[in-house]
């Protein structure tokens, strides 16, 4: 198989795929079919947290034994009988329980192995390029597939509908990546055996004793602010009597239109200053999410700064862990960092469907922007550490 075309249903395998994610948006509302609230969202969000933690944590060692290429396959397999056990769910029980394990164990699994695919098939200095590219096609499926969910309940389906489609989507993804193993074989620029992977309590110490530490802790912040922002705006625009489809569309796009120009950004002279910039606009967007009350043209402003801010400065932080890893320590740095994703991404919503319940929605929104601050000026310093130590050297 040529190498474009490899590359290509690669990144379509991943965009299938990457609607299951997109779905967990639509928890609140599928759960409120059977009398659920948003801390059972929460508690099902933790549930697949720790699944994925367990996964991620073993992946290396699942791909050193099975290869990655059919892990991933394996993975979306997972996915679909998730989201379907989702779609089947009437009520709180084993179902939900199972289907959220299932879901982190598949996530765990395509998020991890998927950027170790690319690092075996690109050159260095082509990662940010690449990484923005798988980037683009994670974010067009989980952002895309809300808007499905609502263009399927505003024709008469059910959102349970929209769970049973993307789970044959999946489907797809997996029958793609296992016919591209011999293909991604073929063209690694490195033909030997691929490098062991796994994670241990000593890759753990090193990769942390490493600068991309920083990186690793950002992603976590990061991720909980996407969180906090994205997994409960159906609740959000329910109560300001806003369209949450608006919300996903345009921020998607956002998100796809800016990676694909950027794509061959490298991040300037100094990636973690334009890392910070761009968190800074993400926290911006929240605090005028707090005042914007029930404007619709505001509404779709907040979508597009936030796509700029988070969607523009995640695929930069990703090759900056790349970057500042040691290179024996390369897939292990790439797994850690989608480790500690996964922490804010299905953990935080623990908190944040507690904090909705008891305190309101505005008391999440005033700590997702105080998280996204504090995310900003730590890519602030490290910048200008690294300003003042390139102009003492000679």
């Known amino acids: 198989m040529p190498r474009t075309t490899t590359f290509a249903l690669f990144y379509l395998a991943v965009f299938l795929q990457a609607g299951a994610y997109g779905l967990t948006f639509m928890l609140p509302r599928l759960f409120d079919t059977f009398g659920a609230n948003e801390v059972v969202v929460g508690v099902m969000l933790f549930v697949t947290a720790v699944s994925t933690l367990a996964t991620v944590y073993y992946s290396g060692h699942l791909s050193d034994r099975f290869g990655r290429m059919p892990m991933l396959s394996f993975a979306c397999v997972a996915i679909a009988a998730a989201l379907a056990a989702y779609a089947a769910a009437a009520s709180v029980g084993i179902l939900l329980f199972a289907a959220s394990a299932l879901l982190g164990f598949g996530w765990g699994l395509t998020y991890g192995l998927a950027p170790i695919v690319l690092t075996r098939l690109v050159r260095p200095d082509q990662r940010v390029r690449y990484f923005a590219m798988l980037s683009i096609g994670v974010m067009a499926g989980f952002g895309l597939s809300p808007v499905l969910a609502s263009v399927l309940e505003n024709t008469g389906f059910s959102i349970h509908d929209a769970?049973?489609?993307?789970?044959?989507?999946?489907?797809?993804?997996?029958?793609?990546?296992?016919?591209?193993?011999?293909?991604?074989?073929?063209?690694?620029?490195?033909?030997?055996?691929?490098?062991?992977?796994?994670?241990?309590?000593?890759?753990?110490?090193?990769?942390?004793?490493?600068?991309?530490?920083?990186?690793?802790?950002?992603?976590?912040?990061?991720?909980?602010?996407?969180?906090?922002?994205?997994?409960?705006?159906?609740?959000?625009?329910?109560?300001?009597?806003?369209?949450?489809?608006?919300?996903?569309?345009?921020?998607?796009?956002?998100?796809?239109?800016?990676?694909?120009?950027?794509?061959?950004?490298?991040?300037?002279?100094?990636?973690?200053?334009?890392?910070?910039?761009?968190?800074?606009?993400?926290?911006?967007?929240?605090?005028?999410?707090?005042?914007?009350?029930?404007?619709?043209?505001?509404?779709?402003?907040?979508?597009?700064?936030?796509?700029?801010?988070?969607?523009?400065?995640?695929?930069?932080?990703?090759?900056?862990?790349?970057?500042?890893?040691?290179?024996?320590?390369?897939?292990?740095?790439?797994?850690?960092?989608?480790?500690?994703?996964?922490?804010?991404?299905?953990?935080?919503?623990?908190?944040?469907?507690?904090?909705?319940?008891?305190?309101?929605?505005?008391?999440?929104?005033?700590?997702?922007?105080?998280?996204?601050?504090?995310?900003?000026?730590?890519?602030?310093?490290?910048?200008?550490?690294?300003?003042?130590?390139?102009?003492?050297?000679?």
């Open 163 to 394: 769970f049973s489609i993307t789970a044959a989507l999946c489907l797809i993804s997996a029958v793609l990546f296992w016919c591209l193993t011999e293909s991604v074989r073929a063209h690694a620029l490195n033909t030997g055996p691929e490098a062991r992977s796994r994670l241990s309590l000593d890759a753990l110490a090193r990769v942390f004793a490493s600068p991309a530490r920083l990186p690793v802790t950002m992603v976590c912040i990061g991720a909980s602010v996407f969180a906090g922002m994205n997994n409960f705006q159906t609740v959000f625009a329910d109560e300001r009597s806003l369209r949450y489809a608006d919300y996903f569309l345009i921020y998607t796009v956002t998100v796809v239109l800016f990676r694909i120009v950027l794509a061959r950004f490298k991040g300037g002279s100094n990636p973690y200053l334009t890392i910070a910039l761009l968190q800074y606009v993400m926290c911006g967007s929240v605090l005028w999410f707090m005042g914007i009350g029930n404007s619709t043209a505001l509404y779709w402003g907040v979508a597009f700064l936030f796509g700029i801010g988070y969607g523009v400065s995640y695929p930069i932080l990703a090759a900056m862990a790349a970057s500042d890893a040691e290179e024996p320590l390369l897939a292990q740095t790439l797994q850690l960092f989608a480790l500690t994703y996964f922490i804010g991404i299905f953990g935080f919503p623990l908190i944040a469907g507690w904090l909705i319940v008891e305190m309101g929605s505005m008391a999440l929104l005033a700590l997702t922007a105080t998280l996204a601050a504090i995310e900003a000026t730590m890519a602030l310093r490290r910048a200008r550490r690294v300003a003042k130590t390139s102009q003492t050297s000679p």
